[in-house]
C-alpha cells in the first residue's frame, strides 16, 4: 500500500477500490463482484439469487438499486478523497427474474471540488436495461492515501 | 380471503398487505418488520444489522433504500390493483449505525388511476430523520381480490 | 426594515420575503403573485398565458417548474440565511391550457443546518393537481437580518 | 413536407423539430435557437438576459431549467411519435449571470417502446457545466408524419 503513486490515476484508483472492498461487507454478503475500476469509473457484477425475489421470482428493486449504488460508490472513491451518497435516484425499466446476472456500469458524469454525478446503467446477461441510476456524491474529509505536499 | 370486503378501504388494505409479505421473501429476509398498514400507507421498521455495513460501520445507503422502498411498495399495493415501482430517490441525510433500529412511514402524496406519488420518511431510534424518499408507482394488470362487478 | 424582529418566524418570513421579492425581476415578470408566505412555507400564483403554451394551449412544463421553484425559493429562504436551490425534481401529472390559474403551495419537509427539502404542490383552479415538485435546498453565506449576538 | 422520407432517421428528426418549433411560442419568447438536431438529440442556446435574473445578476434556475427542458422536448419528439415530460429532475451546479450564453446538449440515455430517459448538460461560454438535467419522456398518440404501412 506505501508504494501506491497518487499521481498514477488508475493504479490509485484500484488502490482506493481495494481498500474500500476490504471492508464493505454489505456488497460482499449479496455476491456482488468488481468486474474493473478505473478513475471515476466502476463495473459490477450481481446474480439474482433467491433470497432477492418476491413470490413472483421477480427481484426487490432495492437490490437493484444496492447493485448500482454500489458501483456509485466505488466510482466516486477512486480520486483518493472520502465520498459519500447525497442523493440518488433510479428508474426501474425491465424486471429481473431470479438466476438474471446483472452488470452496473458506473461513469462520471460531472465532477467538482465537493462533489459529483455518476450515471450507472444496469443491464442483464442479455444485454438489456434494467435500470438506470443517477448518483450525487459529497466529498467528505479523509483520504485513502496520504496527499503528497506540493512543493513550491 | 375470501371474506374480504373489498369496499372497506382499511380491511383491504390489510389484507393486500398480507398477501404480498407472504411471498416477499426480500423484506423477510432483511429482517423487516411491518408496523401498520393502511389506505395508501405502511409503517416498517428494521435493525441493521452486521452484515449492513461497511468497515466504519456505517450502513450502506442501499439498505436504507431498501427499507424505504418496501415501505412505499406495501403501501402503493394497498387499494387492491397490483402496483410497480416505476422511479425512485432517495436523499440520504444521516448515516445509520450497526444496531440503530429505523423506521419508515410511507405516505401517499398523489394518486391517479395509473400512477401514484408515495413520501417515505426513515427516521432512527432518536427520531432524527435519516433519508427522504420519494417514489413514483405505476398500476399492472391484475388485482389481489376480484373487484366486485358494478351493479347497474 | 430595521425594526425586524428577527425572532418572530411569521415576521422574519414574511420581511425575507419582501426583500427577495423586490428584487426578483424574473418572477414578477411572469405574473407570479405571493399569496402567503410563512415560516418554511410559501403560497404563489400564476396564470398560464399565451406565451407560455406550445401550439396545442398547453402551457410548456417550464413554466410550471417556475412557478414551484418560486414558491420553493421563497419558502426555503424564510429563515434570515440565503438559501439557493441545489436539486429539484417535478413530476408532470397534468398538462395546463392557456388561462389556467395554478397555484403553488410550498412546505418544509425537512431541515438541518446546512441544507432543506421542501414539497411543492401546484394545483390548477379546479383544484386538481398538475404537478408535485421536490427541491433540495443549501444554505449559502450572508442573512437578510443581523443576526442579533448571543448573549452569555 | 410531404418529401419527408419518414425511413430517414436525420431527415425525419430535422422535420419533427420544424414542426414543433413552429407552434413552440414560449421557447420562442425566451430567445432559444436551435443549434443541431439529430435523431435523440438536440442542442439549443439561449442568453440570459435582463428578466431572467434575480437583484443578484444571478439567473432565476427556471430559465436553466426551461433551456434545458426544450432541448429534452426536441430530443424526445425525433422518432415521429409525439412525446411529453413526465418527470424531470435538474441539478444546479454553477449560478449563471446576465449575459451568459448557455447550450444545452440533450441525448438520448434510453429509450423503449412507450417511454425514454435524456440526458441535458447545460454549459456556459466558456464551457463550464451549469446544470445537469435528466428528463423521462412518454409516448402519447399521435405522430408528426403519417406512418407507412408495413408491407407484407
Redesign the interface.
Known amino acids: 500500500m506505501s508504494n501506491v503513486v497518487v499521481s498514477d490515476p488508475a493504479q490509485l484508483a484500484q488502490a482506493c477500490a481495494d481498500i474500500?472492498w476490504?471492508?464493505?461487507?454489505?456488497?460482499q454478503?449479496l455476491g456482488i463482484v468488481i468486474d474493473t475500476v478505473g478513475p471515476g469509473t466502476a463495473q459490477m457484477s450481481m446474480t439474482i439469487v433467491?433470497?432477492?425475489?418476491?413470490?413472483?421470482d421477480i427481484?426487490?428493486?432495492?437490490?437493484i438499486?444496492?447493485l448500482a449504488?454500489?458501483a456509485f460508490?466505488f466510482a466516486c472513491n477512486t480520486h483518493n478523497n472520502y465520498a459519500?451518497?447525497?442523493?440518488?435516484?433510479?428508474?426501474?425499466?425491465r424486471?429481473s427474474k431470479q438466476g438474471d446476472r446483472l452488470t452496473a456500469v458506473a461513469e462520471e458524469?460531472?465532477r467538482?471540488t465537493r462533489?459529483g454525478?455518476y450515471?450507472v446503467r444496469v443491464t442483464n446477461q442479455e444485454g438489456k436495461?434494467v435500470a438506470?441510476f443517477?448518483g450525487?456524491s459529497r466529498v467528505i474529509p479523509g483520504t485513502f492515501f496520504p496527499v503528497p505536499e506540493k512543493s513550491g
Open positions: 474500500m476490504s471492508t464493505d461487507r454489505a456488497s454478503n433467491d433470497s432477492m425475489v418476491n413470490g413472483h427481484a426487490h428493486g432495492g437490490f438499486f444496492m449504488d454500489s460508490a459519500v451518497a447525497q442523493f440518488c435516484s433510479v428508474s426501474f425499466l424486471p458524469r460531472n467538482g462533489s454525478i450515471d436495461t438506470e443517477r450525487h
